[in-house]
């Protein structure tokens, strides 16, 4: 069966996407996120990534997710719960403001952030 046509109108215009490590690790119980559960992988290591989107002959910029804030534990409360209660390990090094600061990106040029799903960080 041939793939549907997917109607997207022409344009000059490309975008140029960069894929940034949030430096957010989180181990997680593999049960969360799989079944069945396969003996000696109870756990899963998520490093997580933001995309930067831009369109350099436009002068536009979005943000595809984030990582999570340096200080996760000034969450909500049920948040850090959660966190407490389910996430045995957490690293987050940096925010996803000082790593684009650090990359020459300024943060007044990115117009919207899009996230992907609800999730904490």
């Not at 969360?32 to 559960?37: D, G, K, R, T």
């Not at 989107?53 to 979005?62: A, D, E, P, T, W």
Request: proline residues 7%; without cysteine; charged residues 20%.
């Amino acid at each position: 069966m041939p793939s549907p046509a997917l109607n997207i109108p022409p344009s000059q215009n490309t975008a140029t996407v960069s894929a940034i490590n949030t430096t957010t690790n989180i181990i997680s119980p593999s049960k969360y996120f799989v079944e069945p559960l396969i003996k000696g992988h109870e756990h899963l290591n998520l490093p997580t990534y933001a995309f930067l989107i831009q369109n350099k002959k436009l002068n536009k910029s979005i943000l595809f997710d984030a990582g999570s804030r340096k200080d996760w534990w000034n969450f909500s409360p049920a948040n850090v719960k959660a966190i407490d209660n389910a996430v045995p390990a957490l690293e987050i090094e940096k925010g996803i403001d000082e790593i684009l600061t650090e990359g020459g990106v300024g943060l007044d040029s990115i117009e919207a952030i899009v996230w992907s799903h609800y999730h904490w960080e």
